[in-house]
């Protein structure tokens, strides 16, 4: 099939001079089988354009959402940040309000010392020291 042979004869404008060109039987198949992929490639590209096209308010009002999300979650980052900040505070005041106050008022010869708070074999005892740290923080609130 490549031994075979085409012959093309152009003619040119006004000269009138014919040209003869021979190349192989495949090629005039190949060019042709070559313009219908671009054809097809082009077909490809413009159609996916205009999907895209189509598609633009969708993004931009996407795009829009997006930002304000970005903008809520930081929000939300500070928000956490003053909390933990503020539960540090409250944690450094629980520590001064067990140093410093006597949970249980009124018993004699307990083993509470005041100002200095308890004595370390009293720290065993768990529900009477939440119920009174209750107690204290509703009374500190309340004043």
Known sequence: MLSKKISLFVVPGPSRKIRQYNCPRCIPFLAILFLICVFAAGCWIVQDYLVIKSKMPIMAALEEENALIRDRFVQMAKRIDDFRTEMSELRAFDEKLKG????????????FHGIGGRCPSCWTRVRPLKRLITILYSECISR
């Open 100 to 111: 410093m106050v006597d949970f249980e008022i009124g018993e004699a010869g307990s083993k």
